[in-house]
């Protein structure tokens, strides 16, 4: 459903193609009019190449474009940059217990310093960012070993099973504004945020409703399983009820892209995600300095 007043409703579709594969539609609606603005294929098959541009960054970003399964190589490249930046910060620590000059750039020293001064500066400014941003996107590939660690200091229950849908001879299918109507008893506050339609015979509805202080705004854990012939409730998922290992596993999303914290926290994120650029421009720059001063000092 719209995000917000100027969004479109997204409408996501499956098509089988004569070659066996399956390509993913996406349409979109205008909510005041009911007319389709516009419709794009989404993915082909398997094939990462065929999404949209933003999709195919989204893949290149935590898979390297190198498949689902690979994404843990991803995820161990960004362990060891995790361990530079907490060595970078060791060395940073000021010695004499002057912390200002951590801080501080002096434009008008020689070039070597101002490059050793940046990147000193801002690796200390964006520091903690650096981290948490690390260790939420570590801990989302790596799920499944997150999950146990957080099973050990509190509950963590198992994705939710929605249940499966009973047919009844002669009795159509609840319409999709039923189940909602149906879930709304259950939520009575919150917006719509999606509503997932049964795929099988034996599939359910699943409608989730947001509520207004969830971190993430990009899916909702306010969900509700629907019997698609008897209207039944077979499954309520109710963030309110998350224990403290459930509520780490939903803030690792909105805490990694900043959303928790609305515009002004995804445009921190945005600059924290160039930060590594400067660092590391800077680090090999400093480098390269080192290494002609001591060329220079062997000859």
Known sequence: MPRHSASAVAITYMVETDDLDTDVYEMFVDPYTAKVKGQRLYLHGDKTLSQPLVPIIMAFHWTLLLGFNNAYILGSIAILILISILVGLYLWWPRNGDWRLGFKIK????????????HRS??????????????TGVAMIFKP????????????????????????PGRPPVGVDEAVAIAAKIFSDGRLHWVLLPSTPSGVYVVGKQSRDEPNRTTTFRNVGVDQYSGQVLYVQDRSAFTAGERLLEWLFPLHTGEAFGAIGRSIVLVVGLTPFVLYVTGFLRWRQKRRARRRATD
Not at 107 to 118: H, K, L, N, T
Not at 122 to 135: D, N, P, Q, W
């Open 107 to 118: 434009w008008g020293a020689s070039p070597e310093r101002v490059i050793y001064d940046a």
């Open 122 to 135: 801002v690796g200390a400014y964006f520091s903690v960012f650096l981290l948490v941003t690390l260790f």
């Open 145 to 168: 070993a997150t999950r146990s660690v957080a099973g050990l200091f509190s509950r963590v229950r198992a994705d939710p099973d929605y249940g499966k849908s009973t047919p009844i």
